[in-house]
């Protein structure tokens, strides 16, 4: 059962800030509910105010200005998935969206609450990392930028203050010659592993190189050591790259032994996954 | 038939047929239906279902992390073959029949794995980590077995 709790209606952002500003811990930002409810449920939350901001227009609007794609905090993945923009500008993002646990999930669950929560195991920040997203937050001094990269701290932890709240995330498209590819690996509700690889050529070989790994570690991250390493590589060098940087790949990645699998095995397929990636990622850049 | 990606251990079934003896079906549909889900709850058994325990405590007693077959999981095809000679001891010369299935399952899925891939995986569920560990690609409990 859920402890009684008081569902506080905010109808601007601005209302939002001053209602978690006055109520402090005592409130929880309230978007899809889709991990906040199940906290609650097994009391692993405790909050007396809910602070519902799905009716905050701004929120729930995705805009395109200038090549970058704007999405409002509560945009579901649902629209994610279906936006035409979104399907146009960022398919790599639609593609992961609708992957994202069922359609039940996906219909209810926003992108804010996905990123504020940061379950380590989860699709769209590996997909957002590679298009060099930025976290648009407004606290009681006014708004800040927060790039995603700094935004995800650690598992269950972001760079929001208990006052502030995550307007919007702004993705910039992937550079017009860009090849992007996003895979994944399910056997349990949550994803065992996200991979996200975007890839420019010159002269048939890699150019410019992102490449971004989701649950695995305790957070998503960006793979740079391994971009650099790839920077100038020809795709049948790409196995043999990956190979190679297995030890420190490890280090990054930080895979534990859990119920999805043993740290060894999540490593072997973080490997397989990027290697796959970025051949679709090559394959899309010179299509 | 089944398929399995040698690379990431992930196997599918792709094509699925069962046959048994009723001896008589005394209500087709419900029997049909006995076979076919008894295989897809041995599904369950061959590939995903396992308690896990750590320190005592059940580390998967809840659907997130109990693994069931979903309707991902089932093969496009799966057909029933029954056999009815009516030589059975009970009415009408009926046998007990159903969810024969579940317990075929998991040795056809070993079986067929071990077709594509030549390498046995033996403990359940058959999952893709042991799978590869089989196939010598990552080390594990499973030993590299040799190709019988």
Redesign the interface.
């Known amino acids: 059962m859920i402890p009684p709790f008081k569902l506080i209606q905010a109808h601007s952002t601005s209302d939002a800030v001053a209602e978690l500003q006055r109520l402090g811990d005592d409130a929880k930002i309230y978007g899809g509910g889709t991990e906040l409810l199940i906290l609650l449920r097994h009391n692993l939350v405790q909050s007396d105010y809910l602070i519902d901001i799905k009716s905050i227009p701004e929120l729930g609007s995705i805009r395109c200005a200038n090549g970058t794609v704007s999405i409002g905090a509560a945009v579901t993945h649902r629209s994610l998935e279906t936006d035409s923009t979104v399907r146009e500008m960022l398919p790599m993002l639609a593609s992961a969206e609708s992957q994202v646990a069922n359609i039940r999930v996906r219909s209810q669950g926003t992108l804010g609450g996905n990123l504020c929560f940061n379950d380590p195991h989860s699709d769209p920040a590996t997909v957002l990392l590679v298009h060099d997203a930025t976290a648009q937050v407004a606290g009681p001094n006014g708004k800040r930028q927060v790039l995603l990269g700094s935004f995800l701290t650690g598992m269950y932890s972001t760079a929001l203050e208990a006052d502030e709240l995550l307007l919007s995330v702004d993705v910039p498209r992937l550079p017009a010659q860009f090849g992007g590819s996003y895979m994944r ?1 399910h ?4 994803p065992t592993l996200g991979v996200a690889a975007a890839v420019s050529l010159r002269d048939g070989a890699l150019d410019e190189v992102r490449l971004a790994v989701g649950c695995v570690g305790p957070r998503a991250l960006r793979l740079e050591e391994l971009e650099g390493n790839l920077h100038g590589a020809a795709p049948a060098e790409i196995s043999k790259i990956i190979q190679e940087s297995k030890t420190s790949l490890k280090a990054l990645l930080e895979p534990i032994d859990d ?1 999805l ?2 740290s ?2 999540k490593l ?2 973080t490997g ?2 990027l290697e ?1 990636a970025l051949h679709e990622a090559v394959h899309n850049a010179t299509r | 038939m089944g398929e399995v990606d040698p690379d990431t251990g992930e196997f599918q079934v792709l094509q699925y047929a069962v046959a048994v003896d009723a001896g008589e079906m005394l209500h087709y549909k419900s029997a049909v239906a006995q076979l076919l889900f008894g295989a897809v709850m041995g599904f369950g058994h061959a590939l995903f279902e396992e308690i896990v325990y750590a320190d005592g405590q059940i580390m998967n007693a809840d659907p997130f992390q109990y693994r069931l077959p979903a309707l991902k999981d089932l093969p496009a095809l799966m057909q029933t073959s029954v056999l009815e000679a009516g030589d059975g001891p009970g009415p009408f010369g009926s046998k007990g029949m159903s969810q024969t299935t579940i317990a075929t399952a998991a040795p056809v899925i070993g079986n067929a794995i071990h077709d594509a891939i030549g390498a046995r995986v033996r403990s359940l569920p058959i999952t893709p980590e042991k799978i590869l560990a089989a196939l010598g690609k990552i080390p594990g409990k499973e030993m590299k077995s040799s190709i019988a």
């Open positions: 690996i056997r349990l509700q949550r119920l699998g043993s060894e095995y072997y397929i397989v996954l796959r």
